[in-house]
């Protein structure tokens, strides 16, 4: 019989997660595919060659088991246990992500509206409607 590992313990031995209990949790909502199969028992045993995808924060990582360990070492030793099939994109920032209405935009150090500016944005915004 080949050597297998709960799913719990190896995420938290490959640092996904902080605590076994978090993988534990992470497991037990159902969230984790093992092969295109969702999972939802902390036990399964795991073994090389398995495909892994969950949601760790706003991100879905699919990871290949490439080895299984024996205990939670430092994070060169638990880059070694898997593969990252999709690698982490780089992060947005805030500054990506907000979007400010043309009419709305202003200089930086342009001081507060003045009146005939505050009526030319509340045409603009009428225009619109």
Known sequence: MDETLRIDKWLWYARFFKSRANASRMVSSGRLRINGESISKPHRQILPDMV???PQGET???IKVLALATRRGPA???QALYEDLDPPQPKQTNKDKLIIP???VR???AGRPTKRDRRLNDKLKSLDD
Do not use: C, S
């Open 76 to 78: 060169t030793e638990a």
């Open 107 to 109: 200089d930086a150090g």
């Open 52 to 54: 892994l995808v969950f």
């Open 102 to 104: 043309k009419f709305e």
């Open 60 to 62: 879905i990582r699919t």
